[in-house]
C-alpha cells in the first residue's frame, strides 16, 4: 500500500501562494495521484491530479489558471502550487492516488485510495 504525507499548509492571506507537497514511500512512476480538499460538512472536492509518466494533468473548474500540479519522481513527491489565494480555498487538502487522470473528467474522491493526513490550508486577511 502507498504511503503518502502532505506538507505545507499555513495561514496565508488572499492573493498570496503555497506550495503543498506530497511525499511517498516509493517511487510514483507508475501512480496517478490526485490533490482533494474538504470543508467542515462538505463534500470533499478533487481539485487536481496527474498521471503516471506526467503525461496529463487536470484541474477543477474552480482552481483552473491559479493552481498547478507537478510531479518529481526521483523525489517521490507530487506538489500542488496554489497563487492567487482565495477564502474560498481553505480546507484540509489531501493527497491520493488515484485510478486515472484525464483531462476534463471528474477528479473523484470516490475511487482515490492511499489518503494522507492532509495538511490545512487558510485563506484569510
Known amino acids: 500500500q502507498l504511503q503518502l504525507v502532505e506538507s505545507g499548509g499555513g495561514l496565508v492571506q488572499p492573493g498570496e501562494s503555497l506550495r503543498l507537497s506530497c511525499v511517498a514511500d516509493?517511487?510514483?512512476?507508475?501512480?496517478?495521484i490526485g490533490w482533494f480538499r474538504q470543508v467542515p460538512g462538505k463534500e470533499l472536492e478533487g481539485v487536481s491530479c496527474?498521471?503516471?509518466?506526467?503525461?496529463?494533468?487536470n484541474y477543477a473548474d474552480s482552481v483552473k489558471g491559479r493552481f498547478a500540479i507537478s510531479k518529481d519522481d526521483a523525489a517521490k513527491s507530487v506538489y500542488l502550487h496554489m497563487n492567487s489565494l482565495k477564502p474560498e480555498d481553505t480546507a484540509v487538502y489531501y493527497c491520493?492516488?488515484?485510478?486515472?487522470?484525464?483531462?476534463?473528467?471528474?477528479?473523484?474522491?470516490?475511487?482515490?485510495?492511499?489518503w494522507g493526513q492532509g495538511t490545512q490550508v487558510t485563506v484569510s486577511a
Open positions: 491520493a492516488s488515484v485510478p486515472e487522470c484525464i483531462r476534463g473528467n471528474r477528479i473523484d474522491y470516490r475511487t482515490a485510495m492511499d
Open positions: 516509493e517511487y510514483l512512476y507508475h501512480y496517478h
Open positions: 496527474i498521471s503516471s509518466g506526467t503525461i496529463s494533468t
